[in-house]
Protein backbone atom coordinates (compact mmCIF):
# COMPACT_ATOMS: atom_id res chain seq x y z
CA UNK A 1 0.00 0.00 0.00
CA UNK A 2 1.20 2.94 -0.90
CA UNK A 3 0.99 6.21 1.66
CA UNK A 4 0.50 9.71 0.59
CA UNK A 5 1.46 12.42 2.71
CA UNK A 6 0.49 15.98 3.22
CA UNK A 7 3.94 17.00 2.33
CA UNK A 8 7.05 15.09 1.64
CA UNK A 9 10.22 16.62 -0.20
CA UNK A 10 11.57 15.23 -3.61
CA UNK A 11 13.73 12.74 -2.83
CA UNK A 12 13.01 12.35 0.54
CA UNK A 13 11.43 9.29 2.19
CA UNK A 14 9.48 8.79 5.41
CA UNK A 15 11.08 5.02 7.17
CA UNK A 16 9.14 2.91 9.61
CA UNK A 17 10.04 1.16 12.87
CA UNK A 18 7.81 -0.83 15.38
CA UNK A 19 6.92 0.32 18.41
CA UNK A 20 9.55 -1.81 20.30
CA UNK A 21 12.20 -0.06 18.63
CA UNK A 22 14.52 1.36 21.66
CA UNK A 23 14.66 5.09 20.11
CA UNK A 24 11.32 4.76 19.30
CA UNK A 25 10.24 4.02 23.33
CA UNK A 26 12.56 7.06 23.82
CA UNK A 27 10.57 9.46 21.71
CA UNK A 28 6.87 7.97 22.93
CA UNK A 29 8.38 8.31 26.46
CA UNK A 30 9.31 12.58 25.76
CA UNK A 31 5.67 12.68 24.16
CA UNK A 32 3.90 11.26 27.35
CA UNK A 33 5.99 13.79 29.42
CA UNK A 34 4.64 16.39 27.71
CA UNK A 35 1.39 15.55 27.16
CA UNK A 36 -0.50 18.01 29.19
CA UNK A 37 -3.70 19.54 27.44
CA UNK A 38 -2.17 17.95 23.95
CA UNK A 39 -4.83 16.17 21.55
CA UNK A 40 -1.76 14.89 19.91
CA UNK A 41 1.68 15.00 21.14
CA UNK A 42 4.38 13.76 19.97
CA UNK A 43 8.22 13.07 20.89
CA UNK A 44 11.46 13.43 18.89
CA UNK A 45 14.84 12.06 19.23
CA UNK A 46 17.88 12.12 17.22
CA UNK A 47 20.29 9.50 16.83
CA UNK A 48 24.22 9.90 15.92
CA UNK A 49 26.14 6.42 16.21
CA UNK A 50 23.04 4.90 17.92
CA UNK A 51 23.32 7.25 21.00
CA UNK A 52 20.54 9.61 21.46
CA UNK A 53 21.97 13.32 20.83
CA UNK A 54 18.86 15.55 21.35
CA UNK A 55 15.22 15.36 22.21
CA UNK A 56 11.90 17.39 21.33
CA UNK A 57 8.72 17.82 21.71
CA UNK A 58 6.04 20.19 20.34
CA UNK A 59 5.70 23.46 22.44
CA UNK A 60 7.91 20.79 25.17
CA UNK A 61 6.88 22.81 28.65
CA UNK A 62 4.75 25.51 27.11
CA UNK A 63 1.64 23.65 26.31
CA UNK A 64 2.01 22.42 30.35
CA UNK A 65 1.77 26.38 31.19
CA UNK A 66 -0.35 27.54 28.88
CA UNK A 67 -2.76 25.20 27.24
CA UNK A 68 -2.73 24.93 23.31
CA UNK A 69 -5.02 27.55 21.51
CA UNK A 70 -4.93 24.97 18.84
CA UNK A 71 -6.66 21.92 20.85
CA UNK A 72 -8.92 24.84 22.15
CA UNK A 73 -10.48 25.59 18.85
CA UNK A 74 -10.36 22.36 17.50
CA UNK A 75 -7.75 22.80 14.61
CA UNK A 76 -6.99 20.58 11.70
CA UNK A 77 -3.43 18.48 12.26
CA UNK A 78 -1.01 20.48 9.69
CA UNK A 79 -2.45 23.97 9.86
CA UNK A 80 -2.97 27.08 12.24
CA UNK A 81 0.34 26.43 13.93
CA UNK A 82 0.71 30.36 14.21
CA UNK A 83 -2.06 30.36 17.06
CA UNK A 84 -0.36 28.88 19.36
CA UNK A 85 3.13 29.82 20.77
CA UNK A 86 3.89 26.23 21.64
CA UNK A 87 2.61 25.05 17.81
CA UNK A 88 4.75 27.67 16.19
CA UNK A 89 7.45 25.73 13.92
CA UNK A 90 9.92 27.01 15.78
CA UNK A 91 8.48 24.84 18.55
CA UNK A 92 8.09 21.51 16.84
CA UNK A 93 9.58 18.30 18.46
CA UNK A 94 11.76 17.83 15.31
CA UNK A 95 13.08 21.83 15.60
CA UNK A 96 13.43 21.28 19.38
CA UNK A 97 15.01 18.38 19.17
CA UNK A 98 17.71 19.75 16.67
CA UNK A 99 18.21 22.66 18.73
CA UNK A 100 19.00 20.91 22.30
CA UNK A 101 21.47 18.76 20.34
CA UNK A 102 23.06 21.72 19.12
CA UNK A 103 23.08 23.22 22.55
CA UNK A 104 24.33 20.17 24.18
CA UNK A 105 27.43 20.51 21.67
CA UNK A 106 26.43 18.02 18.93
CA UNK A 107 26.22 18.74 15.46
CA UNK A 108 22.73 17.18 13.99
CA UNK A 109 24.29 16.30 10.68
CA UNK A 110 24.48 13.43 10.14
CA UNK A 111 21.40 11.71 12.16
CA UNK A 112 18.10 9.92 12.44
CA UNK A 113 15.53 11.77 13.27
CA UNK A 114 12.83 9.38 15.57
CA UNK A 115 9.05 10.67 15.55
CA UNK A 116 6.40 9.04 17.91
CA UNK A 117 2.75 10.23 17.72
CA UNK A 118 2.40 11.72 14.24
CA UNK A 119 2.83 10.30 10.80
CA UNK A 120 4.49 12.94 8.64
CA UNK A 121 6.87 15.78 9.26
CA UNK A 122 5.43 18.75 7.94
CA UNK A 123 7.15 21.36 5.46
CA UNK A 124 8.77 23.22 7.99
CA UNK A 125 10.29 20.30 9.82
CA UNK A 126 11.09 18.98 6.67
CA UNK A 127 13.23 22.51 5.93
CA UNK A 128 14.92 22.69 9.37
CA UNK A 129 15.51 18.70 8.82
CA UNK A 130 17.63 19.51 5.67
CA UNK A 131 18.83 22.25 6.82
CA UNK A 132 20.69 20.31 9.74
CA UNK A 133 21.81 17.23 7.54
CA UNK A 134 19.48 14.70 9.25
CA UNK A 135 20.07 12.26 6.99
CA UNK A 136 16.82 9.54 7.61
CA UNK A 137 13.30 10.32 9.44
CA UNK A 138 11.19 7.39 11.05
CA UNK A 139 7.88 6.93 12.27
CA UNK A 140 6.43 3.94 14.19
CA UNK A 141 4.53 1.09 11.69
CA UNK A 142 1.10 1.88 10.60
CA UNK A 143 1.39 5.14 12.08
CA UNK A 144 -0.73 6.54 9.39
CA UNK A 145 -3.70 4.88 10.74
CA UNK A 146 -2.54 4.91 14.48
CA UNK A 147 -1.89 9.32 14.17
CA UNK A 148 -4.10 10.39 11.58
CA UNK A 149 -6.96 12.35 13.09
CA UNK A 150 -8.88 11.09 9.61
CA UNK A 151 -8.28 7.58 9.51
CA UNK A 152 -11.15 5.71 11.64
CA UNK A 153 -9.33 3.46 13.62
CA UNK A 154 -6.57 6.09 15.23
CA UNK A 155 -5.77 6.34 18.50
CA UNK A 156 -5.46 9.91 18.57
CA UNK A 157 -6.93 11.31 22.22
CA UNK A 158 -6.21 7.81 23.45
CA UNK A 159 -2.28 7.12 23.02
CA UNK A 160 -1.70 6.19 26.45
CA UNK A 161 -4.65 4.46 27.60
CA UNK A 162 -4.40 1.29 28.90
Known amino acids: M??????????????????????????????????DGLLQPNGVVLVKDRLVI???????NYHQKNGCERVKHNVPTGVGYDLCPGCSYDNHGEA?????????????SGTDIYLWGHWWFC????????????????????SEI????????NIVGKQFKA
Request: hydrophobic share 35%; proline share 5%.
Open 123 to 142: KACWDVMIAAGIRNGYVVEN
Open 146 to 153: LFNKEHPN
Open 54 to 60: GRGSIGM
Open 96 to 108: NAIKDASQNGSDP
Open 2 to 35: EITYPFLPEGKKISYVGQDDKFMQEAKALAFQYR
